[in-house]
């Protein structure tokens, strides 16, 4: 059974206005004028800043970007739109999780997903699912629905959210109402999708018949005796094998193109008094698999109401929907990725009568025949999600505010599993297993409440003071009730629900509950337009750690030089602006209620009983970040050109660890604690230019690149392995990869060689008699070094062209599974890739490639033979598009239309012409975040997607 851990995301609220910069004229300049829209958050911290205030450092994407989402969640939106943020899409399984860092890994062993506030909630994250593979809580929020996105990074910008900033803050907005004319948009897409990358090429059945006989002739064996190793109808190899099958497993286990389709409708309307907006979409996205799919359907209401000239009002509400079906992935034999690569193509899908032929040979043997198991087997998951908020501005004084917000973000997870009893994993009878049904209903609830005083006041003309006090409460509670049955009727694959199981198989339930407060301060300076001071100062007691340290507190201190505003330096640079900040946020980890002693089932002397599964430490304490960051804005030539460079620098401290040295004689020789410490530095750089703007031509650019290394500091003794061929030591990036490492064939007798020594100076071929293989740091990384994107717009009349070029680079990335199908004999049942005839021979003496030696003993070790240069470049996504205004369709209820066809994830450039999987899919299977990155799981493949659309404004 696939067993899955869950753990809550962190939440916070609070968002980021721009204020209005109103129009200067300066001494001995010309007049110039920014014109900065306000952005009123109610219910939120109220906090606003114009631009000449900024202090932290953050980046935007918005609508504008999103209307035409590249993914189904917005997380993978933006990806390649941010800078210092690596964005990775871990599979093609459509509402599949993805892997977010903001400036490098922020936890050796905890999430590093970012926290994701949505309109003052903190919302979940992550995969959640307790049956689905994969899934991802953010696709049930619509992009098409979100107005902006704010990614924040520094200390500055984030500190304000203490315990949960950590990893980096995700603020966004979703659309608003408008204060004119009612607007009606329409919008429709559809499209058909094929795997982006995949150049796995593997034997046909002829060619798998022929290695093997060949294999074993290299062995010694007549030719007659090794056929009949291979092809013996009763004890050979691929003994069904009618000389002429050859099925292509890839074919049957796929669709020919995945079809994708999406709708919605959306109305915008208001006056001086009320505002609101709604919408309704459906969105529909076949994966790669036949078993692979995605619906879902969600609506939104949003009103902002001036109910006095003292009180304002914003009530948003969100309801989504969403059915998830698809395979597993990772080794289960039930993945039909992994076994058509498993299964020789000398077996038919089905047998002479049409019935399915569960007489597989080789593979993964007997009843394991994919397209019976996608056909038969059942694996669902609907997923509905209630995110509502409700908040009030009250403007006491003139100066004095008063915000309060109340936000809840509800989701249920319904799942279904269902394992046939004749044939795959529901045929086990000797383990109890005669068919199998499980439902799990996991229940996720946030439930979140601000209340702040935001004060603005001026000293004179030249000294201006804001300052922000106020308080926070989250409450998080989860259940995760399951069941499961066996005993299922052969046959009856119809009953396929727990209450058709004749005998009880399993039943369980846990509940988790934790409580957030917060004490939040924060005060600015402003010295006419020349520089500004900001603080922070948040207290957060949290309830999973023990009471020597409920409490932690967490600051920042800012500043900021505007040089545009002296003298006439304004005359050449529209913005010029230095900044600086430090500070330290925080982390409370993964881990819950190891503060607490726990006991759990446990046998002694052949008896049941209960004994204690965790000691408890009160010391437990939150991860701390102390962060720097330095950073320059230029505009020029009338903020048509804008640079923005920093460079930050994050010490990662007090991370939790499971190897804290315990006495032995209690039973516990290590206990759960805080020991971890690892660092972050790079720098990061945007750029945007209105390189061209006329009234028939405009090219507008939009760039950004990263720089990020991340070294492992200390650890609990010389060393702490993890998942995956990774170890942390320090000195050592914490995604090296720790692997034996190969050298190549032995021309003098076909071996497999590798080094036995950190030096390499001694090898060995992996017999019994050679020296001990050695497993080390190889030099290279699963984390990219260079992350980079680059968009380009370009308007010709009513013709618009647009694309998205990514870059990531610097990294390597690891087959998990390619020591089965790209080995030297050692799995004889399995299918082998076509290369294999280019294995060394006595007459093939040059090959780069080891003898193939059916049932070969050498060990299939995980070495640097399966690691592979990562470096891509993606067109990611390419649009053109057009447009008819008013004027041209001359029909009084139509604005406009716009027409266009786009693709995504069009062109992957690999630097490494070897690479055969996707450089950017991850491992869905492997929980540790750090652990999984790099790792090809076999995850169904990433969608190149050709759709047409329109939008339909009324």
């Known amino acids: 059974m696939n067993v899955k851990l869950r753990v809550l995301s962190a939440g916070a609220i609070f968002f980021l206005g721009i204020a209005a910069n109103a129009q200067k004229k300066k001494a001995d300049t010309i007049t110039k004028t920014n014109d900065i829209e306000e952005v009123v958050v109610l219910g939120s911290y109220g906090i606003k800043e114009t631009q000449d205030q900024k202090v932290g450092s953050y980046s935007t994407v918005t609508s504008k970007t999103l209307e035409r989402p590249n993914a189904l969640s917005v997380d993978m939106a933006i990806a390649g739109q941010v800078s210092g943020a690596i964005i990775n899409q871990n599979s093609g399984q459509p509402g599949s999780n993805a892997k977010v860092l903001i400036r490098g890994i922020s936890s050796l062993t905890g999430d590093n997903q970012p926290l994701y506030v949505v309109d003052g909630v903190p919302v979940m994250t992550g995969d959640q699912a307790g049956i689905a593979t994969t899934s991802n809580a953010l696709a049930m929020i619509d992009p098409m629905d979100i107005a902006e996105v704010k990614v924040l990074k520094d200390a500055a910008a984030t500190s304000i959210y203490g315990s949960r900033a950590n990893a980096g803050v995700i603020l966004i907005t979703t659309k608003s109402g408008r204060g004119s004319k009612g607007k009606l948009t329409f919008a429709a897409e559809y499209g058909f999708g094929t795997p982006a990358y995949e150049k796995f090429k593997f034997q046909n059945a002829e060619q798998q018949v022929n290695t093997l006989i060949n294999g074993y002739i290299g062995l010694g064996s007549t030719p007659e005796a090794a056929r009949n190793l291979v092809l013996n109808p009763v004890s050979g190899l691929l003994k069904s094998w009618d000389g002429v099958t050859d099925t292509d497993w890839d074919a049957a286990t796929r669709r020919s193109v995945a079809e994708a389709s999406k709708y919605n409708v959306n109305y915008q309307f208001g006056n001086d008094k009320i505002k609101g907006f709604a919408s309704l979409g459906h969105t529909e996205q076949e994966g790669i698999t036949r078993d692979a799919l995605y619906k879902r359907m969600n609506a939104t209401v949003k009103l902002d109401a001036k109910v006095s000239d003292k009180i304002k009002f914003v009530m948003s509400n969100m309801l989504s929907r969403a059915v998830q079906n698809g395979p597993l992935d990772y080794g289960y034999f039930a993945n039909p990725i992994l076994t058509a690569k498993f299964t020789p193509a000398t077996n038919s899908v089905y047998n002479a009568d049409g019935s399915y032929n569960l007489a597989i040979d080789g593979g993964n043997g007997i009843g394991w025949n994919p397209v019976a198991i996608q056909d038969i087997n059942k694996r669902k998951s609907v997923f509905t999600k209630i995110l509502s908020s409700a908040g009030l501005d009250y403007s006491i004084l003139k100066n004095l505010r008063f915000s309060t917000n109340l936000g809840v973000d509800y989701n249920y997870y319904d799942e279904d599993e269902y394992w046939n009893p004749d044939f795959g994993d529901g045929n086990q009878p000797a383990a109890g297993i005669v068919g199998l049904a499980q439902q799990t209903h996991y229940t996720y609830t946030t439930l979140n409440w601000s209340n702040f005083f935001n004060y603005d006041f001026k000293i004179g003309d030249d000294h201006q003071f804001t300052a922000t ?114 500070g330290t946020v925080g982390s409370a980890g993964s881990q819950v209620y190891r503060n607490r002693l726990s006991i759990g089932t446990a ?73 971890l410490k690892s660092k972050s530095e790079g720098f990061e750089g945007s750029v945007t230019y209105d390189a061209v703007k006329n009234d028939n031509f405009t090219w507008n650019l939009n760039g950004n690149y990263g720089y990020t290394r991340s070294k492992v500091l200390k650890v609990e003794g010389n060393y ?68 980079a994107g680059l968009t380009n717009t370009f308007t010709y009349k009513k013709l618009t062209l647009s694309f998205l070029l990514t870059y990531a680079g610097d990294f390597s990335v690891y087959d998990l599974w390619g020591r089965y199908y790209d080995a030297d004999g050692q799995d004889t049942a399995l299918k082998q890739v076509e290369d294999v005839v280019n294995a060394w021979t006595p007459t093939n003496t040059t090959s780069d490639r080891p003898q193939y030696r059916p049932g070969n003993s050498v060990t299939k070790y995980h070495s640097t033979r399966y690691l592979y240069k990562g470096d891509y470049i993606k067109l990611k996504s390419l649009e053109l598009g057009f447009r008819l205004n008013k004027a041209d369709l001359n029909i009084n209820e139509l604005n406009s239309v716009y027409f266009y066809v786009r693709g995504t994830n069009l062109i992957t450039h690999a630097f490494d012409k070897n690479l055969k999987f996707d450089p950017e899919a991850f491992s869905n299977h492997i929980g540790s975040y750090v652990g999984g990155l790099g790792v090809y799981d076999q995850t169904q493949p990433i969608s190149r997607q050709i759709l047409i659309g329109a939008v339909i404004d009324f």
């Open 720 to 787: 702490l392995d993890q998942d995956y061929f990774k170890r942390f030591s320090v000195g050592h990036d914490p995604s090296e990869w720790f692997l034996a490492s190969y050298i190549g064939v032995d021309h003098t007798n076909g071996d497999a060689l590798w080094y036995t020594n950190a030096s390499h100076t001694t090898v060995s071929n992996g017999s019994p008699t050679s020296p001990t293989i050695l497993r080390d740091f190889v030099g290279k990384k699963a984390l990219p070094t260079h992350t």
């Open 603 to 675: 046998s002694y002397a052949q008896s049941d009983g209960y004994a204690i599964t965790n000691p408890g430490n009160q010391n437990l304490r939150w991860e701390s970040a102390k962060k720097a960051n330095i950073g320059v804005d230029i505009g020029i030539l009338n903020n048509k050109l804008n640079f923005t460079l920093d460079v930050y620098k994050n010490i990662i401290e007090d991370q939790l660890t499971g190897s804290i040295p315990n006495a032995p004689s209690t039973g516990f020789g290590s206990l759960v604690g805080n020991s």
């Open 469 to 582: 006090a106020g308080t926070e409460t989250t409450v998080k509670w989860s259940k995760y009730p399951s069941l499961a049955s066996t005993g299922f009727t052969s046959g009856h694959y119809e009953q396929n629900q727990v209450s058709w199981g004749s005998t009880p198989y399993s039943a369980q339930s846990s509940t988790e509950k934790s409580h957030l407060i917060g004490y939040i301060g924060r005060l600015s300076y402003g010295f006419k337009d020349y520089f500004n001071l900001s603080g922070s100062f948040r207290r957060d007691g949290y309830s999973h750690f023990g009471d020597n340290n409920k409490y932690g507190d967490f600051w920042s201190a800012g500043a900021n030089v505007n040089i545009h505003n002296f003298g006439n330096i304004g005359s050449t640079f529209d913005n010029l602006q230095i900044r600086g900040s430090y």
